[in-house]
Each structure stands twice: as structure tokens, then as C-alpha cells.
């Protein structure tokens, strides 16, 4: 027999007790209409559904994705701010593909919702893809600096041991990349293809970053 996990059975009898309590709710127009509300910033839908008792950690069928993560990714910002206060709300669901809603918004450089996921506790560091990886990837070194501070792991190894430092370099962030190394963050790893960081800059033409990459290679006597 398989385990259920508490957060699911705590959906389950949360449900189950809309429809005991509120039998004219329908589930699904109710699922619809949260997905939908969270999509448009329509924060006055989803305070109603919040109100009359629809759990606030739903996660949809077509990625897995939450509402919080949903609001996040479109910019509805008010809505972000009615779910991220919900007394039940649960910070760290991940979507299907692993993304988090404070992944998501470190790669949108939406430092307010980051700001405020930090201060309400967000997990920093976890398995695989990381916030920090996110933040590297879209050059956004005020919210890789708030991370970093928050204790992100600076060479946090992807499922494929790519670090954002990696990222950082192969996306062309110099800036960041400067960051991350000045933060510790380690020149010489290689992930499971065996590229490094410099490998990463240097298959994207980035030559400012491969220049900069190889002196420090040189200065530490690493190459």
C-alpha cells in the first residue's frame, strides 16, 4: 500500500470538508475559477474561494503548478499577496518539473515577491535546481546577492552537477559571474559533460567572461 503524504491527506479532508460544509461549491468550477483568478490578478476571486474555504495550496493539473507559483510566474502581484499571507499556505510545493515560486521569481527578478518569500522562510537551499542557479541564470545580482546572504549554497550541483556559476557564465551574466566567484564560488568544477564554467562561456561566445574566467585560472595557477 502506498503512503500519502500529510500535505496531500490535509488537502484531501480540507475538501472534503468544503463539500460537507458548502454543498452548492462546486470543486471543479472552484478549481477553475482559483487557476484562472491567480493567472489575471483577480484578487478578489480568489480572497472569495480563500474565504469560503478552497485550500490555497492547489495544485493544477497541467504542470503541477500552484497558485502562488502561477502568480508569480504572470506578475499578479496582488494575488501573490493574498496567497502568500493565506494562513495555510505552503511556501515550498514544487510544480512538476521542480520549480518553486521562489525559483520563479528569482529568474523574473521579482525582488519584491522574493523579498517576501525570504522573510516568510522559503527554502534557499534544496535538491537539484536551486533559487541560486535561477538568480545566476538571468543575471539578477541583487536577488543572487539576497540568496547568497540567506546561505544558498554557491556551488549547489544541478541533477547534472551544473552550478550557477556555470549558468551565470554560459548565459553571458559577467556581472554575476564576478559575484558568485568573490562570494567562493569554485572556477575549477566541471559537471556530468565535463564543461566547466569557462566551457560554458566559451561554446557561447561569451569572450569577455572567457578572458576574465582564464586570468583567474592563470593567477590561482589552475591552468
Given at each position: 500500500?502506498?503512503?500519502?503524504?500529510?500535505?496531500?491527506?490535509?488537502?484531501?479532508?480540507?475538501?472534503?470538508?468544503?463539500?460537507?460544509?458548502?454543498?452548492?461549491?462546486?470543486?471543479?468550477?472552484?478549481?477553475?475559477?482559483?487557476?484562472?483568478?491567480?493567472?489575471i490578478?483577480?484578487?478578489?476571486?480568489?480572497?472569495?474561494?480563500?474565504?469560503?474555504?478552497?485550500?490555497?495550496?492547489?495544485?493544477?493539473?497541467?504542470?503541477?503548478?500552484t497558485?502562488?507559483?502561477?502568480?508569480?510566474?504572470?506578475?499578479?502581484?496582488?494575488v501573490?499577496?493574498?496567497?502568500?499571507?493565506?494562513?495555510?499556505i505552503?511556501?515550498?510545493?514544487?510544480?512538476?518539473?521542480?520549480?518553486?515560486?521562489?525559483?520563479?521569481?528569482?529568474?523574473?527578478?521579482?525582488?519584491?515577491?522574493?523579498?517576501?518569500?525570504?522573510?516568510?522562510?522559503?527554502?534557499?537551499?534544496?535538491?537539484?535546481?536551486?533559487?541560486?542557479?535561477?538568480?545566476?541564470?538571468?543575471?539578477?545580482?541583487?536577488?543572487?546577492?539576497?540568496?547568497?546572504?540567506?546561505?544558498?549554497?554557491?556551488?549547489?550541483?544541478?541533477?547534472?552537477?551544473?552550478?550557477?556559476?556555470?549558468?551565470?557564465?554560459?548565459?553571458?551574466?559577467?556581472?554575476?559571474?564576478?559575484?558568485?566567484?568573490?562570494?567562493?564560488?569554485?572556477?575549477?568544477?566541471?559537471?556530468?559533460?565535463?564543461?566547466?564554467?569557462?566551457?560554458?562561456?566559451?561554446?557561447?561566445?561569451?569572450?569577455?567572461?572567457?578572458?576574465?574566467?582564464?586570468?583567474?585560472?592563470?593567477r590561482?595557477?589552475?591552468?
Open positions: 500500500m502506498h503512503k500519502v503524504s500529510h500535505s496531500l491527506l490535509r488537502r484531501l479532508r480540507m475538501l472534503a470538508l468544503v463539500a460537507v460544509c458548502l454543498p452548492g461549491f462546486s470543486l471543479a468550477g472552484a478549481f477553475e475559477d482559483f487557476f484562472k483568478a491567480a493567472k490578478d483577480n484578487v478578489d476571486e480568489i480572497r472569495s474561494l480563500l474565504k469560503r474555504g478552497l485550500d490555497p495550496n492547489l495544485v493544477d493539473e497541467e504542470r503541477g503548478d497558485g502562488l507559483i502561477i502568480a508569480v510566474r504572470e506578475g499578479s502581484m496582488r501573490f499577496d493574498a496567497l502568500v499571507n493565506a494562513p495555510d505552503e511556501l515550498d510545493i514544487g510544480a512538476r518539473n521542480g520549480d518553486t515560486a521562489l525559483m520563479i521569481a528569482a529568474y523574473k527578478g521579482n525582488r519584491a515577491a522574493v523579498e517576501t518569500l525570504l522573510a516568510k522562510g522559503a527554502a534557499v537551499r534544496r535538491p537539484g535546481w536551486t533559487p541560486l542557479h535561477y538568480a545566476a541564470a538571468s543575471g539578477h545580482n541583487d536577488i543572487a546577492r539576497m540568496l547568497i546572504d540567506k546561505g544558498a549554497i554557491l556551488n549547489a550541483p544541478s541533477p547534472n552537477y551544473t552550478t550557477p556559476l556555470m549558468m551565470a557564465a554560459g548565459e553571458g551574466h559577467i556581472m554575476t559571474v564576478k559575484l558568485l566567484l568573490d562570494s567562493g564560488a569554485e572556477l575549477t568544477l566541471r559537471n556530468e559533460h565535463g564543461l566547466s564554467a569557462l566551457d560554458f562561456a566559451a561554446r557561447n561566445g561569451h569572450q569577455d567572461i572567457v578572458e576574465g574566467l582564464t586570468y583567474r585560472l592563470k590561482a595557477g589552475k591552468l
